[in-house]
Structures are given as structure tokens and as C-alpha cells.
């Protein structure tokens, strides 16, 4: 990693699903087959991959905008049953384990911002072993969710970083506009959730197709 006078960043703030965890086939499975257990038509792959990262609500309109709103309330449970069952098994991606040490033993802050719930998010902090890895991690149903910028203002006030300072870097396009929207940079992996094409669109410093160029990218710009 890049020594301290040389860091263009002191904070780096990583998605979870399709960045640090390799979650997205379930999600989107699990969109689908609750979607098909009420009733509803289920969303095609890229649907249900394009709400990954957004908050409960806004994922809902998107995958089921015919169902009544007083209904959303057994899509989110029969989601929540098919996730669950597969959550603890959920891995992370080879190298994301290593490269946060690496970034964490060379002084970077670190932090998580994601779509997530928060219980979701300790749970899967508690499951990878990861509880004190990050200086500071924000949950969906803590705010306002992906892209309004409240998750990196947050993050950035609670560790005194300014916008210019800080790099986010995640697997979809909500995450870039999240970015864009709090001021910072963001760099896009192509392994997640959305295609490399619409991320390449919302003009990340990069856009890197693995964790081993991820581990390239930081280790040499940030």
C-alpha cells in the first residue's frame, strides 16, 4: 500500500453484497422465488440484480410496481425466508478477507456502507469473522438509502474525512451515484451486481473486473 505522504485517500468505504460478499446470485434467486410464491411475475435476472443495494422499499416498487403497498409487507417476508436460508453459507470473495488487513495494517479507515439491514449487516460481520475490521458501517434502515448521499455524510462526519479524502468503491450503479451525490470518488467492480457497461457510464477513476485488480488498483492510485 501506499505510504501516508502519498495517499490520495484516508477513508475507504466498500459496498457489501457483490463487492465484499459474493451474494448476488442468491439475492436475486430469492427476489424471484418470493415474487413467484405471492403471486407476482418474477423479475428476470437483471431486474432482479439491478435493486441490489437499493433500501427495502424503493426494491420493492422496482421488482413488484403492480402490488399494492399493503402487501409489500409478504413479498419482504417470503424474500427474507429465502434469503435466510442460504445467508450463513454466503462467502466472501477470494482476497477481500487479505485485502482489508492489508488496507487496515496500512492505516487506511475503512468503512461499509450498504443496502443492507443493519441486523443483516452484524450478522454477516459476526459470520466472516469481520466485527472489527471497519471503523464505521451504514445500514440502509439507518437513513435515507442508496443514492441519497446521507450514508457517506455520515460516514465522513463520524471520521472526520472530507469528501476529497474518501473513495467508494462498490458493484453497482446506485453505488457511483452515491458517490457522485456525496462529493467522492468511487471506483466500480464489474463482479457484482450490475454490468461493467451502465458502471462504466456513471465514470468511476476505474473500473476493475476482479479482487485481484482491486488489490492492484488501491495498492498503486489510492
Known sequence: MRNGAARRFKLIVFDWDGTLADSTTIIAQSIQAACRDIGEPAPDDIAARYVIGLGLADALRHIAPALFADRHHELAARYRHHYLAHDSSIPL???????????????????????????????????????????????????????????????????????????????TTHDLELARNAGTSAIAVSYGAHAASGLAQLSPLATVHSMGELDAWLRAFA
Open 93 to 171: 470473495f477470494d482476497g477481500a478477507r487479505e485485502l482489508l488487513s492489508a488496507l487496515g495494517t496500512a492505516g487506511y479507515l475503512l468503512a461499509v456502507a450498504t443496502g443492507k439491514s443493519r441486523i443483516g449487516l452484524d450478522r454477516a460481520l459476526i459470520a466472516n469473522e469481520l466485527e472489527g475490521q471497519f471503523d464505521a458501517t451504514r445500514c440502509a434502515d439507518e437513513g435515507f438509502p442508496k443514492p441519497h448521499p446521507a450514508m457517506l455524510l455520515h460516514l465522513m462526519d463520524r471520521l472526520a474525512v472530507t469528501p476529497s479524502e474518501t473513495l467508494m468503491v462498490g458493484d
